[in-house]
């Protein structure tokens, strides 16, 4: 049985990761860390693991954890993994980062876009980008993972074979991206009450949001060359769920056929990646509540663009779920694992 | 392996029997039977089934079944069960009915209230019904379970210990429920349209609601003389759940510890329901997705009345859920299996 | 033109208000008064004012106020209006209270129930309860008006006739209230983001809410008598609207002709309540935006009771919208004035 | 006063020009045409206008019609009113048509996107546009409104000062667009019942959409040139609003200060089209219920792109609103008369 320590435990990813947990037949969850309700009943914090969950919150102390577990999740703002991790930790555990301190290779960038100071860059080379559909073998060895950030794992698995196989022109990628609100976090915000969000769409972070170099660095190594994007997010009228349209011009005529042929090339293998049938545009609905990303495009002749889609619950695969999965991959377990509920529908 | 076949499968209590099957160790689905939607691939009618489920739906002749598979859900309206079954049907197969056919005992309050002719009366006897948490002795042995309505279980459920202890006058009763939309089905009607919902909360079916009698048979049983109760069904603006507000007068002063004590007394042991903690209120989102029912009460000395809350999803406990507790029980299983799914939060 | 001021413009009734004065003929907003936003636009605290509104938010002094408005609304937390008003503002200003601090003439009860010392109970007697339809004559010679509450405004308004022309027993009423989420104010606090609002219902305050002294105050001047009370207020995945579903024992046999003969006595000449027709249930959706309070009930012989249901839009007749009717019979206008938009539907 | 027929009064469209000129001092709606509702009273089918329309809906019958009222507006699918329309009833009245009829200068086109046969292709020439604020002389003049679609409004007007002003290549506009639900009209169908749009969003129509051609035809207009770009509308659980995300690249390097001259130039003296502040994102709840549309814009230095947003209510604006605006210019009264209401929050 896998010991696992979760810091974080008490926001929403941190939440789901529990969910997900308490369904693993490999794991166990030892340490419910917290900053603001230690010494309280989980289920207290989140009732519906009443009778579930029996543990009270624990701190957040990561040095002390690591001697009492096999992996530690950190669901937390930027900056936390990065202030806390040193050798004698990442000789006792594997860390699994949900934050984005290890996403990036370069440093300046992260620096740049999140706005702190990186205090263990001496890890970033080491960590791994725990995209597992891309960095499968990569995960199984690491210590240290990055969990992709929910947008980046949406919108690269949906275009991602199309700027593999170099159908399209990389630098005239377009993501306009939709989120459910759950991906803004628990945290008391007037933005975030019920009637600011509710009946209301809006876009935020425009031409500059911190997922934007993620994806690029990502989109890069798959092209072979550097990519600049547009990368728009949304706020939408929901709790789960994140829809990416994705726009870029063909570097030549291809058919449906051909196109299809490509994702299912990449795809066709993968459990989480579901390729859906011709004209059958991804909805976040029928993805919610699992680990899967289903993904769709349709060729415009017209315009000689292809509209590329992707769907998935961004507390599942765009968090917790696809930690689970790196999580299982790194302990030789079956990658799906604790992963195969269905979508839940409606 | 039990083989199992849905009669409605693709309706939304269907949907979620399909969910749940899929979790389930010891079950089948090999009959996706439905109406509209024969010889269509039943993931293109439930998209979240794509590459989960690769049968097509089949027609939904009983008999046919029948000879096909171990039990059979009949997720459909009132009236199809009962002109569908007859002996030779039951002397092959269990049957666990999801409408109100064989719910009440006497014929005369059915016809009445459904307005429609009962045609097959005599099995009304035989039928067990499906609350396992009262009658899981007898669904163990049934061959027909009459599986309760949504509103009858989680009305009855937050009422239950204080009628059989005799500490309320049962017909000082008055049930305030609050019900999300998939109770009304997934039939194409105006009035179930996103805008005329969304924003909206409205009583309907005021003093005519078919659950009526049901609860009230019930509660007959468990006080021992007849009951007649107020029952006022409201339509709120979610997808999923149902609460329940009961008020009833005390038969005399009572402390919170003595009530408690009467809810632990029955629902202990219990694993799907959940007493929650002194002053907590049950809210539907804290058992959505899972089989739970939650329930607590409040004593309000100033008017000597109870106020007794409960909560849990329609379509799990209150349909599909428990029409698997019960396939679980009679097939000698654990009651649980494929039912101990986390609720999902947010 | 009356010159308004309005301590707690930020506030989400504060808002509404403006919404509202915007569109009235002989009132003008002159001093928009918020504790958070001093010196910000008001318009970038609420975009949708934009170019509508161009002044900037004040502080919140009264007395200044006083020297440079006809009309005061404080829309603010209890104890704030009460710790502010004194003799020297009340002879230069009318001041409308949306805030509970002169809605109980008894000050025990409100210390009590408000948990909260009344900084100025020597205006008690005289505030005026600010609920037009039974209190015209007295609002029209006020000072000082207590704008009713949002849930005794729909409680009371679809019960006063039957409690008044004595035919229910009184103290068997059972109020069963849900509002939207506006209700709970644009305060930063977990429990009203979005992602725990959606998707869920709960009771709150039960048997314990503050409006329930309040309401109790109002049935007992109709009825004559003292009466007891059972309140329970629910929160609803919505903005705006309050529903009521309140029960009764009818004191003798009715018939529905008598009772909607007793309705329209009391309402047919009423602007704002409309009693619907037999069988229509109000509906929130109905009202929103608005200033009417739909009505209507249901007998049942079965019980010998009475199902009273009255919808509101709680941000208008529930609050600002009703204040705006005070403020119209205080200053002798119309009283509709500004009032008489259409409810929005969808 | 103005007499005004409404065919197709019942449907959504409908319902909001009913709502808009109830609060309109120059006209007065005399015919409520119906399909599904001849004979019954409009206030049974629209609750909301319960004692504020005592009118029954009558039928579609334009000839009778065009006897009786000064204009017609026609809320119907495509095709009714080209069907309806002669030189005899245009002698008569004006007729602002809602739908697509004669939006489409070449027939060919109309033909091919609607996928049914022009009955009057004799009065595309004739028909206006009816985007006021582009074709504000010719709307005064007119007998024949072709009302601009919901996403063609919102489209246009956001990105219409860069492709007037020749500061984008207008090939390379890609527009995603994101509508509430009233979009989809008040029919009974599964995709449109709440438990299928709420907590879903998805793209539809994707690169085969019929406001495609629509907006490409008017930006044709404004670039003076013919025009192709990607349209994708996605559906959001909400009840109105649409927002619009649109791209493109920049002919040359540009400031914010000039781009933000360049929307005055077009914008300040509009009363229905508000640039936001710098920074300020258009939403569609700060426009809900009003006439205005809100825009504003982002430049991209990295990618030289310009990320140009539009928010506006899909009924109001994109629909009856701007309908009213029409009829408005059409009989010389003041362009904003029954359209200042200010949006409602929340």
Redesign the interface.
């Known amino acids: 049985m896998i010991k696992v320590g979760i810091i974080g435990a008490t926001g ?1 990813a941190g ?1 789901e990761l ?2 997900l947990l ?2 693993h037949k490999e794991a166990k969850i030892v340490w419910y860390g917290s900053r603001s309700y230690v010494d309280q009943k989980y289920a ?1 914090v ?7 969950v029996d543990d009270k919150c624990l701190d957040d102390n990561m040095e002390e954890m690591a001697k009492q577990v096999d992996v530690i999740f950190t669901a937390t703002p930027q900056g936390l993994c990065a202030s806390l991790v040193n050798e004698e930790i990442l000789n006792k555990v594997k860390i699994i980062d949900l934050s984005a301190d290890f996403r990036i290779k370069d440093v300046a960038v992260y620096e740049k876009w999140y706005g702190i100071e990186h205090k263990a860059p001496q890890y970033i080379e080491e960590a791994v980008y725990g995209l597992c559909e891309i960095n499968r073998e990569a995960v199984k060895k690491a210590r240290l993972i990055a969990n992709p950030g929910c947008y980046p794992t949406c919108s690269f698995l949906s275009i991602y074979p199309m700027v593999k196989e170099g159908l399209i022109d990389s ?1 005239t990628i ?1 993501i ?1 991206a ?1 989120s ?3 991906g803004a976090g ?1 945290g ?3 933005d ?13 972070g ?2 500059g949001h911190r997922h934007t170099p993620e994806i690029e660095e990502q989109l890069g190594y798959a092209a072979g060359e550097n990519v ?3 990368f ?1 997010p ?1 706020l ?6 994140i ?1 990416v ?1 994705a ?1 870029a011009s063909l570097r030549k005529d291809v058919t449906y056929e051909e196109v299809k042929a490509v994702y299912d090339k990449y795809y066709e293998q993968e459990r989480f990646v ?1 390729v ?2 011709k004209d ?11 680990n899967f990303v ?1 993904v769709n495009f ?3 002749p ?2 000689r ?1 292809i ?1 590329m ?1 992707g ?1 998935m619950d961004n507390l599942v695969k765009g968090a917790a779920g696809q930690a689970v999965q790196n999580m299982n991959l790194m302990f030789g377990l079956d990658e799906a694992e604790g992963l ?7």
């Open positions: 929403y939440g529990v969910r308490l369904g207290s989140y009732q519906n693991m009443f009778q579930l630098n377009i306009d939709k459910g609100t759950s628990r008391a915000k007037v975030n009450l019920f009637c600011e969000v509710n009946e209301n769409i809006k876009a935020y425009v031409a600049l994007i547009n728009t949304h939408v009228p929901m709790q789960r769920g829809l349209t726009y579901r859906l049938d059958v545009c991804p909805q976040t609905k029928w993805v919610e509540g699992s289903d349709k060729i415009d017209r315009t663009r509209i889609m769907a195969m509920m269905a979508p839940m529908f409606p």
